[in-house]
């Protein structure tokens, strides 16, 4: 097994030019953030000039991005730099809910959000979605699952929504949410994997008492690497300090990130409070994406009009030529990286999800010129 090890040694990456996996869209690196990797690649890189606290080094300045910088950014009292959306969600769980709880959450949550609830030993109780075709979420929903713990003799100690969820891309009304939860003096923690990093997100201004955001996903950072930013109230409970290690937050094990990924997110930072700007270009661009393709027979679900890039079509037509195309339901996977696109999952024809965010309308005109022409090559076949 230790013999024959060279072909660890050169690991190549194949990518299509057009890439429209969501997971991706958001977290290629700007040619800062790609430098930074390289400049801090090694092995606990950040810690030369550290007294500590990781969060309260000044050289690189991250002291200034984790506490000046990055609340202002999240709408939040306080920040910390996390792994990912997920060890944030489960810090907060562990840290503010008790083995045995209820935590609420909407029927389109991430499966992390279920496993950040199981490994802090909650319950759940869903908000379930309206279902086909728009899957929404209502704010009474929330109400409605609070009340429903109630009668397990539950305490319900957290809530989540999902800001937009991953799979439809569905922004509910946040601040509505909030009120709700608030009424029952339950918190609730936004998870913004998809949001933060891609458009305006206050978690002040919705009303969210914790916020989780994703660097690799939505920051334009290599990951892994996340934000979790909580108000004064609740970050008092979940950045506490350890009774017997000086200076170190329990809660974190002490340090997160200990290099490269914290790096490349501050070195993106600048472009991606930039791109931000551009949202509602993004947004419009999405419309403009869906209608072209519902014009070649594709349906999109979900909020309608849609509000943000992430993007389900349910596709019958593609479907229907899967079962007679020689190779079957990888006909769609193998005929778009034949027009250099990649980014949907090899197998699926029926529905799928993709990504418009950060791409140009010359490069969706591809993509919609190469859904056009296997469509028709299957027509006359
Ligand atoms: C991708 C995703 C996550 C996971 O993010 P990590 O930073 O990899 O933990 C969580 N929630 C949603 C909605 C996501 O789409």
Same mark, same amino acid.
């Given at each position: 097994?230790?013999?024959?090890?060279?072909?660890?040694?050169?690991?190549?990456?194949?990518?299509?030019?057009?890439?429209?996996?969501?997971?991706?869209?958001?977290?290629?690196?700007?040619?800062?953030?790609?430098?930074?990797?390289?400049?801090?690649?090694?092995?606990?890189?950040?810690?030369?000039?550290?007294?500590?606290?990781?969060?309260?080094?000044?050289?690189?300045?991250?002291?200034?991005?984790?506490?000046?910088?990055?609340?202002?950014?999240?709408?939040?009292?306080?920040?910390?730099?996390?792994?990912?959306?997920?060890?944030?969600?489960?810090?907060?769980?562990?840290?503010?809910?008790?083995?045995?709880?209820?935590?609420?959450?909407?029927?389109?949550?991430?499966?992390?959000?279920?496993?950040?609830?199981?490994?802090?030993?909650?319950?759940?109780?869903?908000?379930?979605?309206?279902?086909?075709?728009?899957?929404?979420?209502?704010?009474?929903?929330?109400?409605?699952?609070?009340?429903?713990?109630?009668?397990?003799?539950?305490?319900?100690?957290?809530?989540?929504?999902?800001?937009?969820?991953?799979?439809?891309?569905?922004?509910?009304?946040?601040?509505?949410?909030?009120?709700?939860?608030?009424?029952?003096?339950?918190?609730?923690?936004?998870?913004?994997?998809?949001?933060?990093?891609?458009?305006?997100?206050?978690?002040?201004? !919705?009303?969210?008492?914790?916020?989780? /955001?994703?660097?690799?996903?939505? %920051?334009? *950072? &290599?990951? $892994?690497?996340? +934000?979790?930013?909580?108000?004064?109230?609740?970050?008092?409970?979940?950045?506490?300090?350890?009774?017997?290690?000086?200076?170190?937050?329990?809660? !974190?094990?002490?340090?997160?990130?200990? /290099?490269?990924?914290?790096?490349? %997110?501050? *070195? &993106?930072? $600048?472009?991606? +409070?930039?791109?931000?700007?551009?949202?509602?270009?993004?947004?419009?661009?999405?419309?403009?994406?869906?209608?072209?393709?519902?014009?070649?027979?594709?349906?999109?679900q979900g909020d309608r009009p849609h509000n943000h890039d992430l993007i389900f079509f349910k596709a019958?037509?593609?479907?229907?030529?899967?079962?007679?195309?020689?190779?079957?339901?990888?006909?769609?996977?193998?005929?778009?990286?034949?027009?250099?696109?990649?980014?949907?999952?090899?197998?699926?024809?029926?529905?799928?999800?993709?990504?418009?965010?950060?791409?140009?309308?010359?490069?969706?005109?591809?993509?919609?010129?190469?859904?056009?022409?296997?469509?028709?090559?299957?027509?006359?076949?």
């Amino acid at each position: 097994m230790l013999d024959n090890l060279e072909k660890f040694t050169n690991l190549k990456r194949d990518i299509a030019q057009i890439n429209l996996d969501p997971l991706q869209r958001g977290g290629i690196l700007t040619p800062a953030a790609r430098a930074a990797l390289m400049e801090w690649g090694d092995g606990y890189s950040i810690c030369d000039f550290c007294a500590g606290r990781l969060d309260r080094i000044k050289t690189p300045p991250v002291e200034e991005f984790v506490h000046e910088v990055l609340p202002e950014f999240l709408g939040t009292d306080e920040v910390r730099i996390t792994h990912g959306a997920r060890e944030g969600k489960f810090a907060a769980m562990h840290a503010l809910c008790e083995k045995g709880d209820w935590v609420v959450m909407d029927g389109n949550a991430h499966y992390t959000t279920v496993l950040a609830a199981e490994r802090a030993g909650l319950k759940i109780e869903y908000v379930p979605s309206s279902g086909e075709p728009s899957y929404a979420i209502r704010a009474e929903g929330y109400a409605e699952a609070i009340e429903r713990a109630y009668e397990h003799k539950g305490n319900v100690s957290m809530a989540v929504l999902t800001y937009p969820d991953g799979n439809y891309g569905n922004m509910a009304d946040a601040r509505a949410v909030a009120d709700a939860c608030h009424d029952y003096g339950v918190p609730l923690l936004l998870n913004g994997a998809y949001a933060v990093g891609r458009m305006p997100v206050s978690a002040r201004d !919705l009303g969210a008492d914790i916020i989780v /955001g994703s660097g690799h996903k939505s %920051m334009a *950072a &290599s990951g $892994p690497v996340g +934000v979790l930013g909580a108000s004064e109230e609740y970050a008092r409970i979940i950045f506490r300090l350890s009774p017997t290690k000086k200076n170190k937050e329990v809660e !974190l094990l002490g340090c997160t990130v200990r /290099g490269a990924p914290l790096l490349t %997110m501050m *070195a &993106s930072f $600048p472009a991606v +409070v930039e791109r931000i700007r551009s949202w509602p270009e993004e947004v419009e661009k999405a419309r403009w994406f869906v209608a072209k393709m519902e014009r070649l027979g594709m349906e999109q679900q979900g909020d309608r009009p849609h509000n943000h890039d992430l993007i389900f079509f349910k596709a019958e037509n593609l479907y229907a030529i899967s079962q007679i195309a020689k190779k079957g339901r990888y006909f769609l996977y193998r005929d778009l990286k034949d027009h250099g696109i990649c980014g949907i999952k090899p197998g699926l024809t029926r529905q799928f999800k993709l990504s418009t965010f950060g791409l140009s309308r010359a490069e969706l005109e591809t993509v919609l010129g190469a859904f056009e022409e296997i469509i028709i090559s299957y027509a006359k076949a």
